[in-house]
């Protein structure tokens, strides 16, 4: 897995910005959606205050780990059989679901489990995460059927 194509990957579907922002949800984020956690100094900043291009990447840097990590809980001892666009795909995808959400993928996930990656896109565009997400998941899909 290509870290540094996933992180352009992501600065387009997630967006980049350089200073407190409320999400779509209205919870204080910046950088690549990074949600702002009380552990975080950005922690109670008042919206539109700037953060460095170095705090951006260090805080995606994080947060990329953390997406890679529950990934491989979520699949085990599969994850290092995937080939690399594959793991970006579901890293992409984690960082957008949480594991919490991606796991319930059940069908999605029994084809990639099988490596069945046309059946995986298949699969995937069944919920309402396509549905929601539109482009981004469509351009996933269509991505993991051409592995």
């Not at 992501?10 to 950088?31: K, M, Q, R, S, W």
């Not at 690399?84 to 995808?93: S, Y």
């Amino acid at each position: 897995m290509n870290r540094v194509q996933v992180q352009a990957q992501l600065a387009i579907d997630e967006g980049v910005v350089n200073a407190v922002y409320l999400d779509h949800l209205g919870f204080p984020t910046f950088g690549i959606g990074h949600l702002i956690l009380k552990k975080d100094d950005e922690y109670g900043l008042d919206v539109g205050t700037p953060v460095s291009e170095e705090r951006v990447t260090e805080a995606f840097q994080a947060d990329l780990d953390i997406a890679i990590s529950e990934c491989k809980v979520l699949y085990n001892t599969m994850w290092s059989t995937f080939p690399g666009e594959v793991q970006e795909i579901l890293v992409n995808m984690l960082f957008n679901l949480g594991r919490p959400r991606l796991s319930k993928f059940k069908n999605f996930k029994a084809a990639v489990d099988s490596h069945k990656w046309a059946q995986a896109g298949i699969e995937g565009r069944d919920s309402a995460w396509h549905r929601q997400v539109g482009n981004r998941a469509e351009r996933l899909m269509v991505r993991m059927e051409n592995v």
